[in-house]
Structure formats: structure tokens, C-alpha cells
């Protein structure tokens, strides 16, 4: 009996790591590309470890493009990614706790018709909403790749509702008779204890901006103003001989923030978590 649990506990360690590794795999491939040569890459090996390991792919990868450097892609998404972020989680949080906390005529149509609007694909709305900033001589700046965030998201508002409800309404009705307003209750007692959600939103928002590749592609023309996922396509050139050594180089950099941030975020995000739970 006792060799039998030691055998499916083996089975279940093996299984979890090799899908894991499984997972992993594509990232690592990825990785062991930006220190391979092109003839080994264009060659399709499946091996980590490169013949030949080719340290200045990154610094190839680096140079950029017509005297534009990496640099100023990196600086362009992180821009983007942190301005938008940082309007999602304001305009999302206030739009949920309207919806949530204050009772007024219309507001369940409203909620309905946000929630409707989850099932409308995004490429529905991209060609009206270039016009529209087409017409407003907004069309290549970073403005449509910012301002709409200032106008929140469903999935985040509803992502703040659902925890919202967990925060007893009790507490908001102790600062009303305390002499507090709805807009010292948000910013005093419910805005800090959504932190668990707005740190699950910053780091969501970050990622799909931060990877945002459609968004730049059609609102920007100044390769000035190109992010990173622009950049890197611009390393495959059907004309000439493409620099997979440098594009994987590129890419390898390109996840360094969002790692930085996932593991900055996620120390906090567990700790709110941890406390999640009210006591009087």
C-alpha cells in the first residue's frame, strides 16, 4: 500500500513536470535562439544548447533599424503600457463602484448594455473608431492607443464589481454618519481595499498592452513612435535575409519587463489576497 502512494505521488510529480516543461519549452526554444546562429535556426533544431553561441545577436538586435536603437521601442510600449494601465484601473474602479454602491435610475440597463458589449469582437468597432480619430487629427500619436483605456473595460469593471461585493456595505454607511460624501467613501474605504483587484487588472491591462500588435500597426507611422511588437517585425524582411539571431535576441528582451512586473505584482497581489477577509 504504501508503495503504491509513493508510486502515483512519483507519477503525478512526473506528469506535472513534464507538461510543464512542455509549456515551458516554446520560451526556453525561444531563449536558445537568440544565442544561435541563422543557418542553425533557419536549420529547425529542436536542442537548448546552441554549437555556436553568438553573444552579439543582442547586440545586432539592439542597433534597430535607420539609427532608431531598441531603446526607444522599449520606452514607446512601456509608455503606452503604463498610461493605459494606469486609466483602466481609474476609470474601471469608479465605474464599478457606481454601479455596485449607488442605487439610480438606469442602472441596471447600464450594466446590461457594459456586459453586452463583452460579446462585440474588437475588430467590429476598429474601423469606426479610426475614423473617428481620424477626423480629430489623432492618427499618428499615442492618443487612440491611450485615451480609450480612460474609458474603462467591461471585463475589468465587472472583475471589480464581483470583488466589490465581498466588501461589507456596512463600513460605507459608517462614513456617511462619520460626514463622509460617496467620493471620500470611494477614495477612503473602498478604493484601498480593492487592491487585489486592481492589482489583477494592472497586470492584465500591462500585459495585452505591452503585446498590443494591431493597435500601434494601424494608428502609427513615425517608426519613432513604433513599439516593440512593431519593431520585431520589421526584423522579418521578405527582400533580404532575415536576422532570426537578432529578432530572437529582441524578443528574449522583450519579456524581461513583463517578467519584472509579473513578479513585483504578484508578491502583492498575494498578500491582498491573504487579508482579503474583513473583521469587525
Given at each position: 500500500?504504501?508503495k503504491?502512494?509513493?508510486?502515483?505521488?512519483?507519477?503525478?510529480?512526473f506528469?506535472?513536470?513534464?507538461?510543464?516543461?512542455?509549456m515551458v519549452?516554446?520560451?526556453?526554444?525561444m531563449?536558445s535562439g537568440?544565442?544561435?546562429?541563422?543557418?542553425e535556426i533557419?536549420a529547425g533544431s529542436l536542442?537548448?544548447?546552441p554549437r555556436?553561441?553568438m553573444?552579439?545577436n543582442?547586440?545586432n538586435?539592439?542597433?534597430?533599424?535607420?539609427?532608431?536603437?531598441f531603446?526607444t521601442?522599449?520606452?514607446n510600449?512601456?509608455?503606452l503600457?503604463i498610461?493605459s494601465?494606469?486609466?483602466?484601473v481609474?476609470?474601471?474602479?469608479?465605474v464599478?463602484?457606481?454601479?455596485?454602491?449607488?442605487r439610480f435610475?438606469?442602472r441596471k440597463?447600464?450594466?446590461?448594455?457594459?456586459?453586452s458589449t463583452?460579446?462585440?469582437?474588437?475588430q467590429?468597432i476598429?474601423i469606426?473608431?479610426?475614423?473617428?480619430?481620424?477626423?480629430?487629427r489623432?492618427v499618428?500619436?499615442?492618443?487612440?492607443?491611450i485615451l480609450?483605456a480612460?474609458f474603462?473595460s467591461?471585463?475589468f469593471?465587472?472583475?471589480?464589481?464581483?470583488?466589490?461585493?465581498?466588501?461589507?456595505k456596512?463600513l460605507d454607511?459608517?462614513a456617511?454618519?462619520?460626514?463622509?460624501n460617496?467620493?471620500?467613501v470611494?477614495?477612503?474605504i473602498?478604493?484601498?481595499l480593492?487592491k487585489?483587484a486592481l492589482?489583477?487588472?494592472?497586470?492584465i491591462?500591462f500585459y495585452?498592452?505591452?503585446?498590443?500588435?494591431?493597435?500601434p500597426l494601424?494608428?502609427l507611422?513615425?517608426?519613432?513612435q513604433?513599439?516593440?511588437?512593431?519593431a520585431?517585425r520589421m526584423f522579418?524582411?521578405?527582400a533580404s535575409?532575415?536576422d532570426f539571431g537578432a529578432?530572437?535576441?529582441?524578443s528574449?528582451?522583450?519579456l524581461?519587463p513583463?517578467?519584472?512586473m509579473?513578479?513585483?505584482f504578484?508578491?502583492?497581489l498575494?498578500?491582498?489576497?491573504?487579508?482579503?477577509?474583513?473583521?469587525g
Amino acid at each position: 500500500m504504501l508503495k503504491m502512494k509513493q508510486f502515483y505521488k512519483f507519477l503525478y510529480h512526473f506528469l506535472v513536470i513534464f507538461f510543464g516543461f512542455v509549456m515551458v519549452y516554446p520560451v526556453l526554444w525561444m531563449v536558445s535562439g537568440a544565442l544561435k546562429t541563422n543557418v542553425e535556426i533557419a536549420a529547425g533544431s529542436l536542442t537548448l544548447i546552441p554549437r555556436y553561441w553568438m553573444w552579439e545577436n543582442f547586440v545586432n538586435g539592439w542597433r534597430g533599424f535607420a539609427g532608431i536603437t531598441f531603446s526607444t521601442f522599449f520606452i514607446n510600449s512601456l509608455y503606452l503600457s503604463i498610461f493605459s494601465t494606469i486609466g483602466i484601473v481609474l476609470s474601471c474602479a469608479l465605474v464599478a463602484y457606481s454601479l455596485s454602491r449607488i442605487r439610480f435610475r438606469g442602472r441596471k440597463v447600464i450594466f446590461t448594455l457594459m456586459m453586452s458589449t463583452m460579446m462585440i469582437p474588437a475588430q467590429v468597432i476598429l474601423i469606426p473608431q479610426f475614423i473617428i480619430f481620424h477626423r480629430l487629427r489623432l492618427v499618428g500619436t499615442f492618443v487612440p492607443l491611450i485615451l480609450p483605456a480612460f474609458f474603462g473595460s467591461a471585463f475589468f469593471i465587472f472583475l471589480m464589481m464581483q470583488f466589490m461585493a465581498s466588501i461589507p456595505k456596512e463600513l460605507d454607511e459608517a462614513a456617511i454618519v462619520d460626514g463622509c460624501n460617496k467620493y471620500t467613501v470611494f477614495t477612503r474605504i473602498v478604493f484601498p481595499l480593492l487592491k487585489p483587484a486592481l492589482v489583477t487588472t494592472a497586470i492584465i491591462q500591462f500585459y495585452w498592452a505591452w503585446d498590443n500588435f494591431l493597435g500601434p500597426l494601424i494608428y502609427l507611422n513615425n517608426p519613432q513612435q513604433f513599439t516593440v511588437s512593431l519593431a520585431l517585425r520589421m526584423f522579418a524582411d521578405t527582400a533580404s535575409v532575415t536576422d532570426f539571431g537578432a529578432m530572437f535576441a529582441m524578443s528574449t528582451l522583450s519579456l524581461v519587463p513583463v517578467f519584472v512586473m509579473f513578479l513585483i505584482f504578484n508578491k502583492q497581489l498575494v498578500e491582498g489576497i491573504s487579508t482579503i477577509g474583513l473583521k469587525g
